[in-house]
T-cell receptor, first 118, second 117 residues
């Protein structure tokens, strides 16, 4: 069975600090996708990134960066120079892709509540 | 540009009552799903559908029914509400077919907060 662990329940930092959110996953499949979603206080879920299991290249998007390491089954998310608007709950998720195509759904971690203090 | 629309946004029920959470999407997505979000539990998959007429159970299906008669709509039914079903429910859809690889990028509705007394 697949599993996603976000060990950090809550992180609090002061604005402009860098912060890394950890995500460790378990899967028996060789083909899968990893995701990060953001849930701001307003409650909606915002897609941030998708990573294919065959693509271990790290990605940077503005102040956001993601470090995917298959050797340690981790997909960590770093926010550089954090801002108050980054305050949210962040979810890491995993989707297994069946050999015939298709999948059932995402398995989410329990989320990390990130608090950026001004 | 509606995306995924859920109704109602808030609902209070008494134990034993029934209700239907509505979900509609206008993106012609084949894949639709329902999740529930509980404090400290993340999001858990209730039911999903890979196309009209096809549904399947997720991680926590007990107490919920679904049907998919059209591509656009995927209602979630609670036949006899229980306090344990107090939660925030999210409907999500994705472009995916049984033949095309599922990439999992889900488009979420705004959520429906359900309280069962």
């Amino acid at each position: 069975a697949q599993k996603v662990t976000q060990a950090q329940t809550e992180i609090s930092v002061v604005e402009k600090e860098d912060v890394t959110l950890d995500c460790v996953y378990e899967t028996r499949d060789t083909t899968y996708y990893l995701f990060w979603y953001k849930q701001p206080p307003s409650g909606e879920l915002v897609f941030l990134i998708r990573r294919n299991s065959f693509d271990e290249q790290n990605e940077i998007s503005g102040r956001y960066s993601w470090n995917f390491q298959k050797s340690t089954s981790s997909f960590n998310f770093t926010i550089t120079a954090s801002q108050v608007v980054d305050s949210a709950v962040y979810f890491c998720a995993l989707s297994e892709v069946y050999s015939g195509g298709g999948a059932d759904g995402l398995t989410f971690g329990k989320g990390t509540h990130l608090i950026i203090q001004p | 540009n509606a995306g995924v629309t859920q109704t109602p946004k808030f609902q209070v029920l008494k134990t034993g009552q029934s209700m239907t959470l509505q979900c509609a999407q206008d993106m012609n997505h084949e894949y639709m799903s329902w999740y529930r979000q509980d404090p400290g539990m993340g999001l858990r998959l209730i039911h999903y559908s890979v196309g009209a007429g096809i549904t399947d159970q997720g991680e926590v299906p007990n107490g919920y029914n679904v049907s998919r008669s059209t591509t656009e709509d995927f209602p979630l039914r609670l036949l006899s509400a229980a306090p344990s079903q107090t939660s925030v429910y999210f409907c999500a859809s994705s472009y995916s077919t049984l033949a095309a690889p599922y990439t999992g990028e889900l488009f979420f509705g705004e959520g429906s907060r359900l309280t069962v007394l």
